[in-house]
């Protein structure tokens, strides 16, 4: 059921100048928002949203989370003027970017949250939490419902991300039961598109971009564990739906079509016009099996579904990088 937002009011994107992020300022503004955009730009980009600066319903504020001024500094921007909504999307997200900032992850998605979660309790504002599939860890349930609790390891190098937002998750539904926090739960799955760095680490712009330099894909294991991919337009239309709706307790966005990493290989191999050659490597530790989102609470409770395919999205998203060199090509 859809509720709505306060059309007059601002809506905080935490993590705004990041890949999903940029994506969903882009749609707040197109909705006729006012959207705050703070980050520090550890691992998002300002030139995510440069194309939004001029928009003078767009403001960029660079902070951390974290800070313990942060609270003022958003209220500065504010004034005296409403919120809507605090969606919250700082964290470092994908594994290179995690593994190298393990503690500053694990303090943004522990003090950061709490003090988003302040903000949003100071204006009345609803709070949107975007949280991961990752909470399921390396699941022992497939597909994966909302109401498995996971097979996380709590002390491995992954933990760093994965029990960041599960603790993130039990803070927001600690203050939903104390504090009358109005929020909602978003447990993202995979998703690819436009504005992903280069250097990201995730499956799918290592594939692309590992393609385009001539060089072969890396296939972690034997490359039969399985991902679903959400194209990012699909994502960002989910965490509006449920951002406007009256849907309480953890929502799975993602795609439930299933593939295999060779799978994947052999679609980007299609999409590039060449055929795939793969580096095969040892499985990390930790490292999911399996990953396939059951999204049947999103499509009874929100009437949403991904609608674009894995090769579609793919060839949208190679597109976005503009003129590239032919793969394996010395250009």
């Known amino acids: ?28 503004l197109a909705r006729g928002h006012r959207v705050l955009d703070l980050d520090d730009h550890s691992t998002g980009r300002v030139s995510n ?76 504002a609803r709070f949107l939490l975007a949280s991961t599939s990752e909470v399921y860890g390396d699941p022992l349930e497939h597909p994966q419902r909302e109401t498995y609790w996971g097979n996380v390891n ?30 909602r739960i978003a447990r993202i799955f995979n998703t ?42 699909d994502e960002v239309d989910g965490l509006i739906a449920l951002l406007e709706s009256d849907v309480r307790g953890p929502v799975n966005l993602g795609n439930p079509t299933e593939f295999t990493m060779i799978e994947l290989a052999v679609a ?9 050659r793969l580096d095969f490597r040892p499985l990390p530790a930790d490292d999911p099996k399996v990953r396939q989102p059951d999204i049947s609470r999103a499509r009874e409770l929100l009437g949403w579904e991904p609608r674009v395919a894995l090769r579609d999205g793919l060839r949208l998203m190679v597109d976005s990088l503009g003129p590239v060199a032919e793969p394996g090509g010395d250009d």
């Open 268 to 276: 980007v191999g299609e999409v590039l016009g060449v055929e795939p």
């Open 154 to 183: 709590p002390i491995g190098e992954r933990s760093v991300y994965d029990e960041a937002k599960r603790f993130a998750e039990a803070l927001t539904a600690a203050h939903e039961r104390t504090s009358g926090l109005d929020a």
């Open 49 to 124: 949203v440069a194309h939004l600066r001029d928009n003078d319903r767009f403001v960029l504020l660079e902070g951390d989370v974290t800070d313990e001024d942060i609270e003022g500094r958003v209220a500065a921007v504010i004034g005296d003027d409403t919120v809507a909504a605090v969606a919250h999307l700082a964290s470092a997200a994908s594994p290179p970017a995690y593994l190298a900032r393990p503690l500053e992850t694990l303090a943004v998605g522990s003090t950061g949250t709490d003090r988003l979660i302040s903000i949003a309790l100071n204006y009345d």
């Open 192 to 233: 690819y598109g436009p504005r992903m760095q280069a250097e990201d680490g995730r499956v799918v712009t290592n594939f692309v971009h590992q393609t385009l330099r001539g060089e072969a894909m890396t296939v972690f294991g034997d490359g039969s564990q399985t991902r679903s991919f959400c194209y990012v337009s």
């Open 1 to 28: 059921m859809s509720v709505g937002l306060r059309p007059e009011g601002w809506v905080v994107v935490a993590g705004g100048s990041g890949f999903i992020g940029s994506h969903l300022c882009e749609a707040l």
